[in-house]
């Protein structure tokens, strides 16, 4: 009978300390360390085991501790496996290509996806494989830093793999008697066509599927059947820009059939693989086709309700739509536009009442990435208001995304003369935009505010005395005077609905007086709390509230004349 390995991990800080120290000053989130990981087999008091582990390189081995990562700052006992070295490194061998120095990621698919899906095999589950390792990359991308330096690594490493596909590769190091774990050459494709991606469309590429395929194999013959196009094909393709050689028809039939086995929680799942799967031509014509594909339609409907991680990859799914052209023309049927523009305001709305918690910043950052493509390919009368919401809502429950990317892509959308953008509207929004931003943010889109000006806007008048007080009344037979401070924030967030209604009430005369400056008509009519406004007409007080309460201030614009 053969004697059982044990399985350990060893884990090396790659920061050795810094990242615990400094992670939450430059991050803003505390991580113990940027975690390598090697997987140890070794015989019962085998003095020298063998590691193995995934780099640059590919899969290679070395005596365990000797590898170029210095000393593991941490030795976990995964458990006792019954399969034989041999079988190991036939699996081994079998994920070689998967695994190889091309295709090597340092979010996506780096060492600790080795070690991850080694457990997976050797052990059968991954319960003791710690999630401060596996969670990391998602972790890190969670943070501010991470979404804005996403884009970049995935750039980095991709023109890096292109060079190291022509380099040698590197199978020992120093100090191993172990003979090296060779290559497997990739099995030949049919000859897919390339994918090229658009440019300027705002997609998401990110494809750690291992937690995924974790939960999916389990589930019988369509999990692991889903599991499998995930790792053998659809990564790949993914990894090397090709299409998928699957019929997209089956996949789809996979999905319809594993989605009774999930639960409610896990079923965001699903959504991730038509997030990937859309990024591929064939996966794109299939599921962009629409509005014939009822598909799409049913996971916005749920995204409007759902809790936060199924809307966030719903709208994600959505945005990877626009990679290709087939998705582009189904984005711009009105049905479908306006589809996706009533998912992004239905998502808005529960973004401002704060039901996203924790996820709101993603859910934020996927509907402004949506927004962004669809006003960069089409008209779009309804995005407006969906931009108008996104800006407006409180900074808490807002993602960085609307700053980055909205503003400029809005100024752009104007530029290109996009049909239905309503200037008042988002006029009034970029206004309120600018009262929650830190200082920081909002120089970021300062240049922008001349081009958010609406010039119907410009009606209230400044009033700085007594005597242009009195002239204001008697020029104005219908009059509303906000009285304000310039510390004050209610204030400030009622002034854009004040400008705003001020142009469409061309009749009514409004003015604004500074009770700072003006002080002796603020004693003269009893002010004390800012804002205060007072409806006069025939020069003669009518109404007097105070308040930032845009539903109230409307209301008194409209018995205004009357």
């Known amino acids: 009978m053969n004697e059982r390995l044990s399985v350990t991990l060893y884990i090396y800080d790659l920061s050795m300390g810094l990242a615990s120290q400094l992670s939450m000053s430059f991050v803003g989130r505390h991580f113990e360390g940027i975690f390598h990981t090697g997987i140890v087999l070794a015989e019962s008091n085998q003095a020298n085991p063998v590691e193995y582990f995934y780099g640059g390189a590919g899969i290679s081995r070395a005596l365990a501790g000797t590898t170029p990562y210095g000393t593991p700052v941490e030795r976990i006992t995964l458990g006792e496996t019954n399969k034989r070295r041999s079988e190991f490194e036939t699996w081994i061998q079998s994920n070689a290509a998967r695994f190889s120095f091309s295709r090597y990621h340092v979010l996506q698919h780096n060492c600790n996806t080795f070690t991850h899906e080694a457990t997976q095999f050797l052990l059968g589950d991954t319960t003791r494989y710690p999630t401060k390792v596996s969670q990391l990359p998602s972790q890190f991308l969670e943070t501010q830093m991470g979404r804005m330096m996403e884009p970049m690594i995935n750039s980095m490493f991709q023109g890096y793999n292109d060079q190291q596909r022509s380099a040698t590769n590197l199978h020992t190091f120093e100090g191993t008697n172990a003979a090296p774990v060779q290559h497997a050459s990739p099995s030949p494709k049919p000859t897919p066509k390339p994918a090229v991606p658009v440019s300027e469309m705002n997609l998401f590429t990110g494809h750690s599927m291992a937690k995924a395929v974790e939960k999916l194999r389990p589930l019988g013959p369509p999990g692991e059947d889903l599991a499998k196009f995930i790792t053998d094909d659809l990564v790949l393709a993914l990894e090397a820009k090709t299409d998928i050689t699957t019929p997209p028809q089956t996949i789809a039939s996979l999905i319809e059939a594993v989605s009774p086995l999930l639960d409610g929680p896990n079923r965001f799942m699903l959504v991730d693989v038509c997030r990937l799967l859309v990024l591929t031509p064939s996966g794109n014509r299939h599921l962009g086709s629409m509005p014939k594909e009822v598909h799409i339609s049913s996971i916005l409907k749920e995204a409007e309700t759902a809790p936060g991680p199924f809307s966030v990859m719903a709208l994600r799914y959505a945005s990877n739509l626009f990679a290709y052209a087939t998705g582009q023309q189904g984005a711009a049927h009105p049905a479908v536009r306006r589809m996706l523009t009533d998912t992004m305001a239905a998502v808005v709305a529960r973004l401002k009442q704060g039901a996203y918690q924790a ?132 204030c400030r967030s009622i002034h854009p609905h004040v400008t705003r209604l001020a142009a469409l009430n061309p009749g009514v005369g409004v003015g604004r007086v500074d009770v700072d400056k003006v002080r002796d008509v603020v004693a003269t009519l009893g002010v004390r709390s800012m804002p205060t406004f007072i409806r006069y007409r025939g020069g003669l007080e009518v109404e007097r509230w105070t308040g930032a309460d845009p539903s109230r201030l409307a209301t008194e614009f409209g018995k205004c004349g009357k």
Request: with cysteine; charged share 20%.
């Open 359 to 490: 996820a709101s910043g993603r859910v934020s950052d996927a509907a402004t990435c949506l927004l962004c493509n669809l006003l960069t390919t089409t008209d779009c009368p309804e995005a407006s208001a969906v931009a108008a919401g996104l800006m407006s809502c409180p900074g808490q429950y807002s993602g960085p995304a609307v700053v980055e990317m909205l503003v400029p892509c809005l100024v752009k959308a104007m530029d290109a003369k996009r049909a239905g953008l309503d200037l008042g509207v988002l006029s009034t929004a970029f206004e309120v935009l600018q009262t929650r931003l830190t200082s920081e943010d909002s120089a970021k889109i300062s240049r922008f505010a001349s081009r958010f000006k609406d010039p119907s806007i410009g009606a209230v008048v400044d009033i700085n005395s007594s005597a242009d007080f009195n002239a204001f009344l008697k020029a104005h037979p219908d009059a509303i005077i906000d009285f304000h401070a310039t510390w004050c924030g209610p």
